[in-house]
């Protein structure tokens, strides 16, 4: 493959690959450590449900962007660019907008490979229909042959399918953009409440439950996820202040002042990053096991 080395590309892939371990050690994997706790409770009620979706919605984000930030930088450094393969998914205003954000290779290949050979939208709408139902159905199925995870791509195909419908009768234009981000997070963490618990039956026995009969422990988990937030993802925020672009053009098209800033946030990400994997256990990269 073709590759040139400069002194920019590299510290571009430095940037990236400081920014990947601060996604992974700082912010993944205390999310997990929220989603495990809330999942592995005894009697686990709406509230800790829900809490523990949305910990893992961000443990799977930052752990994953992490990973795929870290494959960038290295390739970065050794003279190759890779495409971005995340492109803030949890701002989409749609669940199609949702998927050209999240997992772009994985959602390029599927398109490419499955829907457009099954006819794509280039068909009748009932055809055009069973062609999407199929590329999310094997979407599940590639990450695992269970239940779960064909339940949560026939989610993802039910969701675009309404979402087609609703837009063809005109009732999604003058819906505000905060209730269109915001309703589609919520749908996104429902996804991953399936995605991850693979017990069904357990799912709806969870959700039934009262959602405020809450605990001790509920709000010993949720005071640790609001510290989380506004101590370990300060440096990251500055940073993506400091660029004001996405993650994969990092430290391009950037004033002298702004380069120092970002300079300096990269840099208190690294240290951060060193100084948790040598003082707190980690853990292996979610998509290891796919």
Same mark, same amino acid.
């Given at each position: 493959a073709y590759r040139t080395y400069t002194l920019d590309k590299f510290a571009r892939g430095v940037a990236f690959l400081s920014l990947g371990l601060g996604k992974k050690v700082i912010l993944a994997n205390p999310c997990g450590k929220i989603a495990d706790i809330a999942f592995g409770a005894n009697s686990l009620h709406t509230a800790d449900a829900w809490l523990g979706a949305l910990a893992y919605a961000f443990q799977?984000?930052?752990d994953f962007s992490g990973y795929s930030d870290m494959a960038i930088g290295l390739g970065l450094m050794f003279g190759f660019v890779f495409a971005k393969n995340f492109d803030s998914p949890y701002r989409a205003e749609s669940i199609t907008d949702f998927w050209r954000r999240w997992h772009i290779s994985l959602s390029t290949w599927l398109r490419d490979f499955i829907y457009i050979p099954l006819g794509g939208s280039q068909c009748s709408t009932a055809r055009a229909s069973f062609n999407l139902m199929v590329t999310f159905t094997l979407s599940g199925l590639w990450h695992g042959a269970s239940w779960n995870y064909v339940l949560w791509g026939v989610y993802w195909g039910v969701l675009i399918l309404m979402e087609r419908y609703l837009d063809? %009768? *005109?009732l999604t234009k003058k819906v505000p953009w905060l209730v269109k981000v915001?309703? @589609?997070? *919520? %749908? @996104?963490?429902? *996804?991953? %409440?399936l995605f991850r618990e693979r017990n069904l039956a357990q799912i709806i026995h969870d959700l039934a439950q009262s959602p405020f009969a809450a605990t001790a422990e509920q709000w010993r988990i949720g005071i640790y996820f609001v510290v989380l937030v506004l101590l370990y993802a300060l440096p990251l925020v500055i940073h993506m202040l400091a660029t004001g672009l996405p993650n994969w053009q990092i430290g391009t098209r950037l004033s002298k002042r702004g380069r120092f800033v970002m300079e300096a946030a990269v840099a208190v990400v690294l240290l951060l990053g060193i100084v948790t994997i040598r003082s707190v256990a980690t853990s292996d990269f979610i998509y290891f096991q796919f």
């Open positions: 799977i984000y930052f063809w %009768l *005109g915001s309703f @589609t997070f *919520g %749908l @996104t963490c429902f *996804g991953w %409440l």
